[in-house]
């Protein structure tokens, strides 16, 4: 099986690669895909670069042109949930553009032409989360994730998208690798370990912390190797 796992920056896939330690590069689009031969299978890792249009590039390219049968997108965000502390990780059951806004045409925020507001997640890859967690005693959430094309450092716009999407975090990349993946039919998994709480201190917490949550964010993202090759046995 080939098996994508992206991040959108390189401290969030850089764990990965120092695990996996030998790799093939290969340059596509103006990036550079990581492949990885382990246990019989392939995997292919890559940072899109941050935002919605990067993350849409990197998913399909991991899909169509390297033959990913499942997406895994390992990575930080802001809480906007208080119960989402740093170094928390949470899994998107399903997720929104927040930024998206036709609602001239009477449509809800985030609603996508022809689409939904949301794009679900899909259930077999968060069940095998959950085992995880439970087997190795990490207190794992799962969320709606609200994603658009701005980091979020301030206390009303976050309140905001948390009363219009019930989302409990806010990053900038997830609602596109779900839509990606949704459109071509790939199961997509996706983990966020929470780097700042969308405040008016996120940018100052972001930079503190973006390189330990992205490690336990990858860190987990391991075990969801190793269970998703064991089930394909
Ligand atoms: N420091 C970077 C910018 C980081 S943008 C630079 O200078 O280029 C924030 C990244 O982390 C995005 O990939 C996003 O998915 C995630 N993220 C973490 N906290 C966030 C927040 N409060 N709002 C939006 N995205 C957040």
Partial sequence: MNIAIMGAMPEEIEPLLDYYGKYETIEYAKNNFYLVDYKG????????????????????????????????????AGAISDDLGIGDLTVATKLSQHDLDITAFGHPYGFVPEGS???ESNGELIG???EIAEQKGIKLKESI???GDQFICDQDKKEWIGKTFKASAVEMEGAAVALTCNAVGIPFFILRSISDAADMDASFDFDEFLKSSSKRSADFMISMVEKIIDNAK
């Fill in 145 to 147: 994730i609200a994603t």
């Fill in 41 to 76: 299978h392939r995997l292919v890792i890559a940072y899109s670069k941050i935002g919605k249009v990067y993350a849409t590039i990197t998913a399909l390219t991991m899909i169509k042109k390297f033959k990913c049968q499942k997406l895994l997108f390992s990575g930080v």
């Fill in 117 to 119: 507001v949301y794009e």
């Fill in 128 to 130: 095998f989360a959950k």
